[in-house]
């Protein structure tokens, strides 16, 4: 270095000089530093000038030496330079970053790190050695670096989710403004960023300790996986998206409360068409008529959350109104006549007028033993068959019933009107017969007419030449699909359907067949013993299920019990079988809206899947990296809610929403 090996006491530089063999080492291991190292007296006159220094102002140590560095071309004097020097001479170190020039003109960023030099033998103060390094690409990264921050803040505050970032300890450490409005909306709290950031995640959401949600958080840190769930808070629902990572997770939260309410819009009103469903197929082929008004009432307590429910019929001789069917928390046993007369009025208003009356207070009408505030109730008249049967009255507390409410009840009415009619009709039906009995009427054909459905054409025409050998059965008519089958079910006294038919199921000939011979019957035949289809069988009005493993004297047996009335099986195993295919229809119900929930991304990652792409190829594909793509696919396994990506193929093939086409075919 020069200036290096001089004897002069007062030259810092003499202090590293070759006279010592280590100090001359040092000098040596300076000379080749390719940083800049400058030493300089007392006064900051310049005593020392390596070649790292000459490469990066562009001055050789001749043109320096000697001279003040104040003075210096490549060293302009500015407040940074006059700080360095007021640092050095009350602290005796410094560091700082300041503007230099080049001997070309050219600015460029210096950091400078200096340290004041003493005499060993008394620790005087001779000089300073300032280390000098061009730190201009650092600074470039760093503002880059700034700006793409600063960018992203601007991309994470503009997005509609709340998006809130904690660190390893989970304390808040970033929220978005929309974090912070939402935070404030369900605290009732007047909280800023500034109050919330570096506070723990129990004191920014207040329930977080112990909670769902912190066992969600817990687990995605834990594993190291996405987590997304659902989060009721109140009357609001929220989507929770939380993304971990080493030293920090992300939380990104949507309201979904107007589509949970849409939901549960749809829900209910599948459940009144489940039910009305129900009650109008047996309203025509149950005998008990009871049984059904009292499923009825069940049904619209539990689907409504009413509080009370009655079938209540008018008894036109006394003019009064008897209890037929009760439930929910209601006083009246069945049977019971209403004892106040100012219900007559009300309920003779709903029979006459044939339309939904609505009522806000129920407390006037006598329906209402201990009648509250804000009680409501609605009336429909159900109508009979030839007069009005008597009305149906649906109570609720703390409620008020809508238009939806009334046509539910207002069709339940009529389910309840059509039993009431055909209860009525069968009567007087009874009465004709008892002055004619049937059997007793010469010429009348009593033998049986026949519907053999089956798709094995070898097996068909076995049973239906088997079946024509009896004495007692007159037609067996043939057909190997639905569609010829539905041109053959005029004046059918009992069908044997195969379940399992070219063109469909064959429980779905039930209903044209009932149309057609209304006092048919029909018993399905299965390949197996299956649950599931005898349950989808029974609740299409089929009498009874046989398998093909049946034989065929059973066969005939089954025919001629079900021609005479009598049941094949016990009422509890045909409410099991009931219950059943209500379950399928819901589980049904809730994975097409699982599969409704996916996004267009996630039904693209599905299709990748099916094809048999794997996670690399199918991220290439998509454009997106396999990270992303692994997250889509964990998404969607939680949707879904199965545990491998062939669960979720299956469960999507079940649906019809991908296919998986032939090996070299596309899907």
């Not at 990066?56 to 700080?83: F, T």
């Not at 049941?567 to 209500?582: K, N, Q, T, Y």
Request: aromatic share 4%.
């Amino acid at each position: 270095m020069p200036g290096i090996g001089s004897t002069d006491p007062d030259d810092p530089a003499a202090e590293l000089g070759s006279a010592d063999p280590a100090r001359g080492y040092l000098a040596g291991l300076i000379d080749i530093l390719d940083a800049a190292v400058v030493a300089t007296d007392r006064e900051f006159t310049v005593t020392g000038w390596n070649p790292g220094a000459e490469r990066m102002y562009g001055c050789s140590a001749a043109e320096v030496l000697g001279h003040p560095v104040r003075a210096l071309a490549v060293l302009p004097g500015d407040l940074s330079l006059a700080r360095l020097e007021r640092e050095l001479t009350e602290r005796g170190r410094s560091r700082i970053e300041l503007v230099a020039r080049r001997r070309d003109g050219v600015h460029f960023d210096v950091e400078v790190t200096a340290g004041a030099i003493r005499a060993q033998s008394n620790g005087e103060l001779i000089g300073y050695l300032a280390i000098h390094r061009d730190v201009t690409q650092r600074g470039r990264e760093e503002a880059r670096l700034r700006a793409s921050e600063h960018r992203t803040e601007a991309v994470v505050e503009g997005v509609t989710e709340a998006f809130c970032v904690f660190d390893e300890h989970r304390r808040c450490a970033y929220l978005n403004a929309r974090a912070v409005l939402l935070l404030n909306d369900l605290t009732g709290r007047s909280l800023a960023r500034a109050d919330l950031v570096g506070q723990a995640v129990a004191d920014v959401f207040p329930g977080f300790a112990g909670s769902e949600v912190e066992a969600h958080v817990v687990t995605a840190g834990h594993n190291q996986q996405t987590v997304v769930f659902e989060l009721p808070l109140g009357h609001r629902w929220f989507h929770v998206h939380v993304s971990p990572s080493p030293r920090e997770t992300t939380v990104a939260i949507h309201e979904i409360t107007e589509r949970k309410l849409v939901e549960a819009d749809r829900h209910r009103r599948t459940q009144q068409q489940s039910a009305l469903a129900d009650l109008a197929r047996r309203a025509a082929i149950d005998d008990d008529i009871q049984d059904l008004r009292t499923d009825a009432v069940d049904a619209i307590v539990g689907i409504l959350g009413a509080d009370r429910a009655l079938v209540v019929e008018h008894e036109r001789a006394d003019d009064r109104y008897r209890v037929r069917a009760a439930a929910g928390r209601a006083p009246e046993a069945i049977g019971q006549v209403l004892g106040p007369t100012a219900a007559g009025p009300l309920l003779a208003r709903a029979m006459a007028q044939g339309d939904t009356v609505l009522y806000e207070d129920a407390a006037e009408t006598g329906l209402v033993a201990a009648p509250r505030e804000g009680t409501g109730w609605v009336v429909v008249g159900v109508p009979g068959l030839d007069t009005p049967f008597g009305a149906l009255a649906v109570l609720a507390c703390q409620r008020r019933f809508g238009p939806d409410e009334a046509d539910f009840l207002r069709a339940a009415a009529s389910v309840l009107a059509t039993a009431a009619a055909r209860a009525q009709g069968e009567r007087a039906l009874d009465e004709v017969r008892a002055a004619v009995p049937a059997l007793d009427r010469p010429g009348v054909d009593k033998r049986l007419r026949l519907l053999l459905v089956e798709a094995h054409a070898a097996l068909r025409e076995a049973m239906g030449a088997a079946l024509e050998a009896e004495p007692d059965v007159g037609d067996v008519r043939q057909a190997g699909s639905l569609a010829e089958a539905r041109t053959m079910t005029d004046d059918v006294d009992v069908a044997l359907v195969d379940l399992l038919l070219p063109d469909g199921d064959g429980a779905e000939l039930i209903a044209d067949l009932r149309r057609r011979s209304p006092d048919a019957q029909a018993l399905i035949i299965s390949a197996r013993a299956d649950r599931a289809a005898a349950a989808s069988a029974v609740e299409h009005g089929a009498a009874g299920v046989l398998t093909e493993q049946t034989h065929l004297l059973d066969v005939i047996a089954a025919i001629r019990r079900v021609r005479c009335g009598e049941p094949l099986m016990p009422l509890a195993e045909v409410v099991d079988l009931l219950r059943l295919a209500g379950r399928r229809r819901e589980r049904e119900l809730d994975d097409r809206r699982a599969l409704d929930s996916l996004t267009a991304r996630e039904r693209e990652v599905l299709h990748l899947l099916a094809e048999g792409l794997g996670n690399r190829a199918a991220a290439a594909q998509l454009h997106v990296s396999p990270r992303t793509h692994r997250n889509h696919v964990a998404n969607i396994l939680a949707k879904l809610g199965v545990h491998s990506q062939l669960q979720a193929l299956l469960f999507a093939l079940r649906y019809g929403v991908i296919e998986i086409g032939q090996p070299g075919e596309p899907a």
